[in-house]
């Protein structure tokens, strides 16, 4: 099972047991999983630069709190370690080693050790400026379709350094320290890689002031829009397992065609025998095996016109090859002679239209659970 809750086992055994039949209530029941989704977010940068803090910060706890993470210029963190959001535990913050640091030199090392593909999202903290380091590991979150936020935490230390000037203006300090780290984050080729919105400049020492409370909306915010994003995946790959579990049902029904056909065939040549009902026997398998809604039914009403009129047409085309090989039946020599070859593609003309009547059915069962 990974981590969108789809067990490979029991996509298969559903699409034995019931082929596309019930499917809705297949995808609803697989999906409620969804809901419960956990959003990991990876909080790394630059040693030193306040991941630790921030995290005691949000949840409001003193750094010197029996429950807090670590913190201080030597209480550098070594490993990963978990600690839930304070009033949502489907979010998990992951207090990273900094890069930089004698156990991770380098963001190569970094990426092998900390395993950057276990994350949701992250938070890169930065000090001062994004230095090379963070546009890499930027531009390396980026390229896993990653969300990230920026943060250049210590404002509070700007503030007080900028107090000191006659010329002081708050406002006009962040901004220029914003634009600043704006222009700073982009790759080597000079690609921007994130704009405003995600660069929050924050004190940790601070929580109630300047960017804080907009980065604590913003996680919480991104946490249905990542449920969503991975709803919409689920679904994808449930829908490829799905059709790739259905397909290799209809091989295998294909596979056994032409027994089916020397059988009816051989029975044919007696008259009165029936050969046609052979091939119409295997016909009302293939349609249990795929498990195509009949006429009538809940589930046939509740698929599109041109779906019902799609299964429609395959009862019709039953019905029209009765009569025919009905009619044929009672010519002496002609019926059996014919029956093999006719039989076959008879037969797979069915298992075809049968298939993509079965794959419209699933497409359509997706479609309805696709949400905004
Ligand atoms: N003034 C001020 N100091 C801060 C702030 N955030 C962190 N610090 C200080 O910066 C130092 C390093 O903070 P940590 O939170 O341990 O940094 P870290 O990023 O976890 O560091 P590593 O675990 O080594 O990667 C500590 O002395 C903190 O008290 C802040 O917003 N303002
Ligand atoms: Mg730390």
């Given at each position: 099972m990974d981590f969108t809750g789809i067990n490979l086992e029991e996509v298969k055994e559903y699409v034995d047991r019931?082929?596309?039949?019930n499917i809705e209530e297949f995808f609803k029941k697989t999906l409620e999983?969804?809901?419960?989704i956990e959003m990991n977010i990876g909080i790394t940068g630059?040693?030193?630069?306040g991941k630790s803090s921030f995290i005691n910060a949000i949840r409001g706890l003193?750094?010197?709190?029996?429950?807090a993470a670590k913190v201080g210029v030597t209480e550098t963190t070594l490993e990963p370690k978990c600690y839930d959001h304070p009033t949502n535990s489907k979010i998990k913050y992951w207090d990273l080693p900094g890069i930089g640091?004698?156990?991770?030199?380098?963001l190569e090392t970094y990426c092998r050790k900390v395993?950057?593909?276990?994350?949701?999202?992250f938070l890169v903290f930065t000090i001062d400026r994004f230095t090379e380091n963070d546009q890499k590991l930027a531009k390396k979150i980026q390229s896993t379709d990653r969300s990230f936020f920026f943060i250049r935490a210590k404002i509070d230390q700007n503030v007080l350094a900028e107090?000191?000037?006659?010329?002081?203006?708050e406002d006009a300090m962040l901004q220029k320290i914003r634009r600043y780290s704006l222009e700073n984050?982009?790759?080597?080729?000079?690609?921007?890689?994130?704009?405003?919105?995600?660069i929050f400049l924050i004190s940790n020492h601070y929580p109630?002031?300047?960017?804080f409370p907009r980065l604590t909306q913003a996680i919480l915010d991104a946490l249905p829009s990542f449920q969503r994003e991975s709803l919409a995946l689920s679904l994808g790959t449930l829908t490829s397992l799905l059709t790739e579990a259905l397909q290799r049902k209809v091989q295998i029904l294909k596979d056994r065609l032409w027994v089916v056909a020397s059988a009816s065939a051989a029975v044919a040549v007696?008259?009165?025998?029936?050969?046609v009902h052979v091939a119409m026997n295997e016909i009302s398998f293939y349609r249990s095996q795929l498990g195509l809604p009949e006429e009538g039914s809940q589930n046939f009403e509740m698929l599109s016109e041109s779906t019902q009129r799609d299964l429609k047409a395959i009862g019709e085309l039953m019905a029209e090859y009765a009569a025919e090989q009905e009619a044929t039946r009672w010519i002496p020599f002609v019926s059996g002679a014919m029956s093999y070859g006719s039989t076959c593609s008879f037969l797979k003309q069915c298992l075809e239209k049968m298939e993509k009547t079965a794959l419209l059915v699933l497409q359509e069962a997706y479609l309805n659970f696709k949400i905004d």
């Open positions: 019931n082929g596309v039949s999983r969804w809901q419960n630059n040693s030193g630069a003193d750094n010197d709190d029996e429950k640091t004698p156990k991770y030199p380098d395993q950057l593909e276990r994350y949701s999202a107090k000191r000037k006659r010329s002081f203006n984050l982009v790759d080597e080729d000079g690609k921007q890689l994130g704009n405003e919105q995600k109630a002031k300047w960017d007696v008259p009165l025998s029936g050969g």
